[in-house]
């Protein structure tokens, strides 16, 4: 009777969890169909994986399909791995956070009053090395080591006194990637594979490289004014360190998910550190928000080809864990409907939209330049029965009309709306993200 009565009394637990699942396919495959997501997501609650799938292709070429155990490269989610490895530095008696930059790189400027702490917390002031217009430039695509990748951002002035205010730099954590080996005698990867992978026994999580093999690895996809879904631009992953180059799978966040309610990674005075926020809603590594009523721990990732987004909710025991290697995935607006979806809450499926076939001449009517004040110049051009634009010296980006004056961006999620006078003349265009934009007509150059 015993076995029977357990039985019964979980099926309410299970018929939640098929809902979650079920629900959470129907979401995804929606965004999937639409062309706004690719990749891998986990949900999880009281220590329970409730859906785990993958949609889309990993390798476009080779037909490979992303799955739960597919490989993606995090980005910044790389940095809470990197402050876990500097606490336990600290436990281990090899630094302090307290301790000033310059005692572990002698004649870094202001070494003397930047400590470890402000890099943590992105409170240093250190310029951002992917901020440098030289970074996209070149540097994005050539190998280098610390060393040299310090070298090129320490000679930037500071932009704020250290400790005075937050600003996110990845220069801080390409520091703390040398601070670690420095202090430790061993590498990056090193100390990531015995600080964490052996503890947690992480299927495939590490520092990726550039010639990495592995059948379950995925590649880097973007939209491109050639195609919806192309091959995203190279990063050498020599450059970004424990910053950004770390890759993993959907369980193996999982896992450190479930490490992080422990002590098997660090001791509770540490995590307690690493969880409290600073001068802004970030402590060591993570964000720290309160939302819906609901404490979130979080950090997102973005890096060339890829988009993920690992978000904790302790006093739920809950869990979401997004990973995608199409770098225009609808990757906010999925772990926000994610997020309702997980605990009851009201969320709407993306409703598709279908562009309309114009005439040429009345796309031609578009062409042109428009200006704000102060603010760069949108160019619109209308070509092979097309009509696209381009804002200053951004990448163009192709409008689709869903009526004669109303068109949208697929890409961003933007709307363009055309103005007419009274004889029917093109005037201006407002551009909608979230906020309108509105563009006056130029002269045409005479």
Request: hydrophobic residues 40%; glycine residues 10%; aromatic residues 10%.
């Amino acid at each position: 009777m015993k076995k029977i009565f357990l039985f019964v009394a979980l099926l309410p637990f299970l018929s939640r969890a098929q809902d979650i699942a079920s629900r959470a396919d129907e979401l995804l495959s929606a965004y999937y169909k639409q062309g706004k997501f690719n990749g891998t997501v986990l949900l999880a609650k009281g220590g329970n994986v409730l859906f785990e799938k993958g949609y889309g292709f990993a390798d476009v070429e080779g037909k490979v399909l992303n799955t739960a155990t597919t490989e993606y490269r995090i980005g910044s989610i790389s940095k809470p791995f990197t402050a876990i490895l500097i606490l336990q530095l600290q436990e281990q008696g090899l630094l302090s956070v307290k301790d000033p930059v310059g005692k572990h790189v002698p004649g870094y400027p202001k070494g003397d009053s930047i400590l470890i702490e402000h890099l943590l917390n992105h409170t240093s002031g250190i310029r951002s090395i992917t901020t440098m217009k030289e970074y996209y430039a070149k540097w994005i695509g050539e190998p280098a080591t610390l060393q040299q990748t310090i070298d090129r951002f320490k000679g930037e002035p500071l932009g704020f006194s250290p400790g005075a205010r937050f600003e996110y730099s990845n220069s801080n954590y390409i520091l703390l990637s040398y601070i670690a080996e420095k202090v430790s005698g061993k590498s990056y990867a090193q100390l990531l594979n015995k600080g964490i992978i052996q503890k947690l026994h992480l299927a495939a999580t590490g520092v990726d490289r550039n010639d990495r093999a592995s059948k379950q690895k995925a590649l880097g996809y973007a939209a491109s004014p050639q195609s919806d879904f192309a091959p995203a631009r190279f990063n050498d992953m020599s450059v970004l360190a424990g910053a950004g180059a770390l890759y993993a799978t959907a369980r193996d966040l999982y896992s450190l998910d479930r490490a992080l309610y422990g002590t098997s990674l660090l001791s509770e005075t540490s995590r307690a550190a690493m969880f409290t926020p600073g001068k802004a809603p970030y402590g060591l590594g993570w964000e720290i928000k309160e939302k819906g009523g609901r404490k979130e721990i979080s950090h997102s990732g973005s890096i060339d080809g890829f988009v993920s987004n690992i978000i904790r909710f302790p006093g739920e025991d809950a869990c979401i864990i997004f990973l995608s290697n199409y770098f225009d995935s609808k990757g906010p607006q999925i772990c926000k409907a994610l997020t309702a979806l997980l605990f009851g809450e009201f969320y709407e499926l993306p409703k598709e939209r279908k562009p309309v076939t114009l005439p040429a001449e009345v796309l031609q009517r578009y062409a042109g330049r428009y200006g704000m004040e102060g603010g760069p110049v949108l160019t619109i051009t209308a070509e092979g029965g097309k009509l696209s634009g381009k804002l200053g010296n951004q990448p163009p980006f192709e409008m689709l009309s869903e009526s004669e004056t109303h068109f949208f961006v697929k890409a961003v999620d933007a709307d363009v709306e055309f103005q007419k006078d009274e004889a029917g003349a093109i005037t201006g265009v407002a551009l909608k993200q979230g906020k309108s934009i509105q563009f006056k007509r130029l002269p045409d150059a005479q």
